[in-house]
């Protein structure tokens, strides 16, 4: 009954999927009780100077809270999740979980709330390397500090995201994913256990709330809150701790980028990679469009196959779309690899001149992302808003999008990089939270857009926006299947229809484990449970 409260109290919030007013950082007075600033903490509880804890990388949202806590222990976390319990429905109070603070939309802000922040949780990793390869470590560690670790010892994680600098409590509480994930599925598929703070400290065979109370779960031990964490977007419990599953790790990557020109020709042969035998390590692309002097931009990272034919070749004005590969391997297999590379591009349709390559290191490859960042930084462009949008569309109506999408919509890819790729849904395992369309083969398009602060152009944050919901509005008209992956909207109903048959188990999750509706009020799908007047 108390969840239904809060179930019909959200039905009533704007039902526009972005929302451009930007609520000021200083809004709203603190309603954080002087019993919790009395709780004894390894760490320590902050209520001024927290404006970072207001912001995040989509720079979109600002929504500050009332305190943030940096937590050096477990028991910080759960002490304070226990006495937020314990105030029960009198106190309007919330919890947003933060890592490095890489969200979109304000997911991990909490308005007049409390903010944790999980950077402070840093404890060491240990590692296991019998029969099963795996490291346990702290859900506020970076995975480029897990990247580094894991390399000492000869290993590395199977699954990663684009950009490494991100915590593991963030990506497992969305999905974690990047080129790999054809093969290992996302990061969430590729978790042996986690270490969760509920709400209430319940779990499928314990009913006694009120402890804050720490628990494990894995597949075989209280599953249904293992896979409800997983890409269930904070909702139901702050991970703690987690055993990433690790493999053998290579010391080489080739890398490389081809061109097509031809939509339909550029699909199939990535559908042909991610479901052919010994293919490459990593499977991405990008859409280009109304770019000038491509190839000469490749050139800095790249080496072209065919210098004379690739300086002939000119993207002016056109749709290009760029197949990106890589294979893995150690010096000692080398030979072998350009022969392996050889094969597989042979049977590739690609534009030859447009053939480039290169071969760095593992390491490099991976973190490959934060060079340029550093560019950005240098530039005063990294802290600007970025109103990206990730969509995960049907096999079956991946050419619709793009005919309309890539042919209409945008004019040029100006404002930044637009990913796609395939998976393959087997990968992805159906019991966690996380939703994707229902065929054997989905596409993620991403669109990373930066917005110019000062700009009324192309290039501004209102046009990007504007952009944006013309193609959510095209996806709805059409009925393409479409889901949102880092999703966003205003209402629940728009939180159902993103759920579809899978809405009643969250709801029912949420209800076990955070029945007060404290966690993630950032990500506006249920409102904190509270008396009314």
């Known amino acids: 009954m108390l ?13 526009h999927p972005f929302v451009t007013s930007t609520i000021s950082p200083h809004s709203g007075s603190s309603i954080i009780p002087s019993s919790l600033q009395e709780l004894r903490f390894d760490g320590n509880l902050s209520s ?80 296991h390397k019998e029969e099963i390869l795996y ?7 970076l995975w480029i500090n897990i990247l580094y670790e894991s390399l000492k010892h000869g290993l590395a994680p ?19 994913i990047s080129g790999q994930a054809f093969r290992h599925g996302p990061q969430i598929n590729n978790v042996y256990q986690l270490e969760v703070v509920t709400e209430n400290g319940m779990t499928e065979t314990s009913f006694s709330a009120g402890r804050g109370e720490l ?128 094969r597989l591009l042979a049977e590739l349709s690609y534009i030859h001149s447009t053939l480039f390559l290169s071969e760095v290191s593992y390491i490099e490859f991976l973190d490959r992302v934060h060079v340029s960042e550093l560019k950005l930084r240098e530039q005063g462009l990294w802290e600007i808003p970025h109103p990206w949008l990730n969509l995960l569309i049907p096999r079956s109506r991946i050419h619709d999008f793009a005919e309309v999408v890539f042919g209409n919509i945008l004019t040029d890819s100006s404002t930044g990089p637009i990913l796609i790729y395939p998976a393959n849904k087997s990968k992805w395992n159906n019991r966690t939270s996380m939703v994707t369309p229902d065929e054997d083969v989905f596409y993620l398009v991403a669109f990373l857009s930066s917005a110019m602060p000062s700009s009324t152009g192309t290039d501004s944050l209102e046009h990007i926006l504007i952009q944006n919901k013309r193609i959510l509005d095209f996806c709805e008209t059409a009925c393409l299947g479409v889901k949102q992956y880092l999703p966003h909207y205003s209402t629940q109903e728009a939180w159902r229809t993103h759920f579809g048959p899978q809405w009643d188990v969250f709801v029912r999750r949420k209800s076990t484990y955070d029945p007060l509706a404290i966690l993630a009020p950032g990500q506006q799908i249920f409102q904190k449970a509270r008396t009314f007047s």
């Open 3 to 15: 969840l239904s409260n809060i179930l019909n109290r959200n039905n009533h919030c704007s039902n």
């Open 48 to 127: 001024e100077d927290n404006d970072h804890a207001a912001k995040d990388f989509g720079n979109v949202h600002h929504n500050l809270p009332s305190a943030v806590l940096h937590p050096k222990s477990v028991s910080d976390i759960s002490s304070t999740m226990k006495h937020i319990f314990k105030m029960g429905i009198k106190s309007e109070l919330t919890v947003a979980a933060r890592g490095h603070g890489h969200s979109l939309q304000g997911q991990a802000q909490a308005r007049q709330g409390l903010v944790i922040n999980m950077e402070s949780l840093r404890q060491e990793m240990h590692f």
């Open 135 to 141: 490291v346990d470590v702290s859900a506020g560690e």
């Open 158 to 176: 199977k699954s990663w995201t684009d950009y490494l600098h991100l915590t593991v409590g963030g990506t497992l509480s969305n999905a974690g």
């Open 215 to 342: 628990i494990t779960c894995s597949e075989e031990q209280n599953a249904d809150l293992f896979y409800g964490v997983l890409g269930g977007l904070g909702q139901f419990g702050i991970i703690t701790r987690a055993r990433i599953s690790l493999e053998p790790a290579p010391r080489m990557v080739k890398w490389i980028r081809v061109l097509y020109s031809d939509f339909s020709i550029f699909t199939k042969d990535q559908e042909h990679l991610i479901s052919s035998e010994g293919t490459f390590d990593y499977i991405e692309g990008f859409v280009i469009i109304n770019r000038t002097g491509l190839l000469n931009n490749w050139r800095s990272s790249f080496n072209p196959k065919d210098p004379i034919q690739a300086s002939q070749f000119n993207s002016d004005g056109k749709t290009l779309f760029c197949l990106e590969l890589a294979k893995y391997f150690n010096p000692d297999e080398t030979d072998m690899v350009n022969q392996e590379i050889n």
